[in-house]
């Protein structure tokens, strides 16, 4: 099947900065990419879809400013926390969809990043 | 708006018997699909089975089988011969046609040796 990546898997930052979270599709191109959030023994909840080349349509209750997107290339999408606290300390999932009219848009996940803000 | 629910955070089995884990949804949608994920330790989301809403036959998939009944959207997820691999939380899903997933709270199966 096809592949999705993070980078990084595990990220540590101060209070206060901003990190940057990479979601790649390895073997297919990606239109549209998700972004979710995983709280301990949780479900995943969807934060954002990312577009190729348009403005990520966020969903409601995730402030836009803090949760940056940019889907910059077919094959790239990144999430930026910025002014991170530890309350945004989690674990974020990505998600890659195939193009239209290939196994009627399947998506793929990629291996999460854990993020921890001290 | 569309919700999955899982009514059992957590269940068990011993290995080499069968569960069920239970799924239902809302939706006034009638082209959709529905997904049982696994994930292990690892936190890596694995598809386990898939079911299109206009399909009436369950999917299979070796010893992880369904029961899809559309009319009570309902759709639960058999595992038969469990294996400890099998251990993880299992997260019902359902997706419309071009839309984004959504999950259910998820079930925690543990498989007693």
């Known amino acids: 099947g096809a592949v999705v990546s993070q980078h990084p898997s595990r990220v540590i930052c101060k209070s206060g900065t901003s990190v940057k979270i990479e979601c790649r599709s390895l073997d297919f191109q990606a239109t549209t990419m998700f972004w979710y959030r995983q709280f301990p023994k949780k479900s995943l909840m969807l934060m954002a879809t990312s577009n190729e080349g348009s403005k990520a349509t966020y969903e409601q209750g995730v402030e836009k400013d803090k949760f940056l997107i940019n889907h910059a290339s077919l094959t790239l999408s990144t999430l930026t926390v910025t002014s991170a606290h530890p309350e945004d300390s989690s674990f974020y999932i990505c998600?890659?969809?195939?193009?239209?009219?290939?196994?009627?848009?399947?998506?793929?996940f990629g291996p999460g990043t854990r993020l921890t803000v001290t | 708006a569309q919700t999955v629910t899982q009514s059992q955070p957590e269940m068990s089995v011993q290995e080499a018997e069968t569960v069920t884990l239970s799924c239902t949804y809302d939706?006034?949608?009638?082209?959709?699909?529905l997904f049982w994920y696994k994930q292990p330790p690892s936190r890596q989301m694995i598809l386990v089975i898939r079911?299109?809403?206009?399909?009436?036959q369950n999917a299979t998939e070796n010893r992880f089988s369904v029961n899809f009944q559309k009319a009570a959207k309902s759709f639960s997820l058999k595992i038969s011969d469990s294996q400890l691999g099998d251990a993880a939380m299992y997260f019902c899903a359902y997706r419309s046609q071009y839309d984004k997933v959504i999950f259910g709270p998820g079930t925690s199966l543990s498989v007693i040796p």
């Open positions: 998600s890659a969809r195939l193009p239209a009219g290939l196994a009627r848009y399947e998506q793929y």
């Open positions: 079911q299109e809403a206009y399909k009436q």
């Open positions: 939706t006034s949608e009638s082209d959709y699909y």
